[in-house]
Nanobody, 123 residues
Framework: QIQLVESGGGDVQAGDSLSLSCADSGRSFERYAMAWFRQAQGKEREFVAAVTWSGEATYYADAVKGRFIISRDNAKNMVYLQMNSLKPEDTAVYYC????????????????WGQGTQVTVSS
């Protein structure tokens, strides 16, 4: 089982960069595929990015491809989301999520979630 805590959210201007972190205090982090989702006010939670348990493969939503980078450090039980060229439409609560072994882009496929961190991008 993993226990996830996000950090790094904040208020930024359009075009800025921001880095989110997600720490796992549980066990066997390296067995879990990890992902970031986001939920804007009044909208459904949506997939942002995912990384395989080994870190060898990454996947991105079209809306963030080329701007965001997901990575992980299994030695530190951490997963990161580097967000560049931020846009106002990136404003949302960002959630870290984990599931055993394989990645997925549906939120319902993930068993473990952090509490979320707010990212607000002003124009």
């Amino acid at each position: 089982q993993i226990q996830l805590v996000e950090s790094g959210g904040g208020d930024v201007q359009a075009g800025d960069s921001l880095s989110l972190s997600c720490a796992d205090s549980g066990r066997s982090f390296e067995r879990y595929a990890m992902a970031w989702f986001r939920q804007a006010q009044g909208k459904e939670r949506e997939f942002v990015a995912a990384v395989t348990w080994s870190g060898e493969a990454t996947y991105y939503a079209d809306a963030v491809k080329g701007r965001f980078i997901i990575s992980r450090d299994n030695a530190k039980n951490m997963v990161y989301l580097q967000m560049n060229s931020l846009k106002p439409e990136d404003t949302a609560v960002y959630y870290c999520a984990g599931r055993l072994y394989s990645v997925a882009d549906q939120s319902t496929a993930y068993d473990y979630w952090g509490q979320g961190t707010q990212v607000t991008v002003s124009s």
